[in-house]
């Protein structure tokens, strides 16, 4: 599959076209079911939504932690999530279900619809929360659940977005 764009590549892990061709989201990833949405138009209408919420909790986490601490961030963080779960139940209520995609090939798609500078800018910016999490334990500046919550996304990121990475590499 060719690189996509940044839109694509970011919501890979929750939206593609099924082996029917039909416009399928996964709003739990590889963790639940798939809803068939009834029409193109409204998958990319979807698409834009998603890849908002992904860029606003992006963007904001390093925000709202930078201006006001790590509590108010995993706040932002939570609500944003939240929202947008309450959005997608409300949304895809009634749909067709599919089953869940197996993860070996949810991941190998994911890797091969993401441009490598965005898999490249996700590993930096999971860094980037792992040095976050080292900064608010070493200056005591939050307690150890917050600490212990921003260290195991970031870690996790790190390891699904450098295994992204290998993936991509060996399907040369």
């Known amino acids: 599959m060719a690189d996509m764009g940044i839109r694509e590549g970011l919501t890979a892990g929750m939206m593609g076209i099924d082996a029917e061709g039909r416009p399928v989201v996964y709003p739990w990833g590889v963790f639940g079911a798939g809803y ?7 998958y990319h209408r979807l698409q834009r939504l998603v890849a908002a919420w992904i860029a606003a909790v992006a963007v904001g986490v390093y925000g709202v932690g930078t201006l006001f601490g790590s509590v108010a961030m995993l706040a932002y963080a939570s609500g944003l999530t939240g929202g947008a779960a309450a ?4 949304k ?33 910016f ?12 070493r200056t005591g500046r939050a307690s ?3 600490v ?3 260290a195991l996304f970031a870690g996790a990121g790190l390891a699904q977005f450098g295994w992204m990475l290998l993936l991509r590499r060996r399907d040369r």
């Not at 068939?36 to 409204?42: D, G, N, R, Y």
């Open 144 to 146: 150890a659940g917050p």
């Open 36 to 42: 068939v949405l009834p029409s193109k138009a409204e």
């Open 126 to 137: 999971c860094a980037g929360l792992a040095m976050l999490a080292f900064e608010m334990g």
């Open 148 to 150: 212990a919550a921003v």
């Open 92 to 124: 895809l209520r009634g749909l067709p279900r599919v089953p869940r995609p197996a993860p070996r090939s949810h991941f190998r798609r994911m890797a091969t619809s993401s441009h490598p500078l965005l898999l490249w800018g996700m590993v930096l």
């Open 87 to 90: 959005f997608l139940a409300r």
